[in-house]
DNA sequence: GTCTATAACCTGATAGAC
DNA sequence: GTCTATCAGGTTATAGAC
């Protein structure tokens, strides 16, 4: 039952967020009312927090380990962590927006829900891996910062503006599938411009 | 009067979004009460479309027009819609966040607003006058869907991760001003990477 | 035009019966 | 554990006095 509780609960703070999504919605996506809800998770907030948990850890990433690959080239390492957060994203199209959208609204939620998980320290990892072979001479030395927003920008991005795509380049599930699978072409071309030596 | 109450709700709306801003906080910050609030404004959304307006319209762009210059470089080109994107952004740093949260909770809202406004025709117009430069040769040809998601991924995600850069990467005003410089950089050079015939 | 008063509703949360 | 009943508080919106 918990289980239930969690998995409805999810679904929809994802689509609609925590703000627009209220616990009668949930209760009656479940099947039980209101109450009942308040019996699992006392509060919205609790309960807010353990969808949270577990959203972030789905994150923390194998992803991560691709970085450490240093014998493998920078465009086979990028395509590795691309197909991670793909397989994730199509699975869940509105959890970019999610995140993005709870980064706003309550920023220490998220961040501090990170680092009780070790999101931060695994992601300082790779990172610091990366600024390792910069001061090898063997990737470009670029600030970790612009790694970082490069390659999230552009993986996100997508995904931010499904709905728009949607109704402007009339883009449906088909079409945009086949997108992304070139856009993966256009990422790796990116990150290669900006940290291949040339 | 009426501008007043525009101006606040402008201010909030853009800050908290449409949900999480309520008619009594304009009120208060107008120094009115609710009811007054829905003498000039029938509704609330009523009232949010109004602002709406005035803020796609702010968005037009001459911008549009640096694309035009054939005459000018790529980097030029790239520099000047960035300047002009950077001060309005810098006025409001919260404005990526706001189109894109509204984007996603009623994108036909935005997207009427924009066609009332030829915002798309312009925007069409412009995209049309670099694909006749790929026709030419003088471009690579690359979709322009591609063309716009790599240039709005890469301008609008510091705005939209500015809550977590302030945390994370320990960023104040100061500093976010020099990195935004240093970023425009890297835009220009990720769009000459895309665009330019080698 | 701007106020007070109030309607009608929805929210999260709790108490208590079963 | 799950229900009914209810509370206190907030929301948009309107009616009517000044």
Redesign the pocket.
Known sequence: ?ENKIINAARALFIEKGYAET????IATRVG?????L??YF????KMFQAVIGGIVSSIIPKVFDALMHKEKSVAERIGVVIDAYYELFWENPHLPMFLLRELNRDADLLINSAKELNVLETMGKALASVQEEMDEGKLNKVSLQFVFYNFYSLLSFPFLTLNMAQKVFMNDQEHFREMLSDWKQNIIAQMRNLLEVK
């Open positions: 039952m209220s616990m009668s919605e039980i009312n209101r109450p009942a308040h019996y006392r509060t919205k907030d």
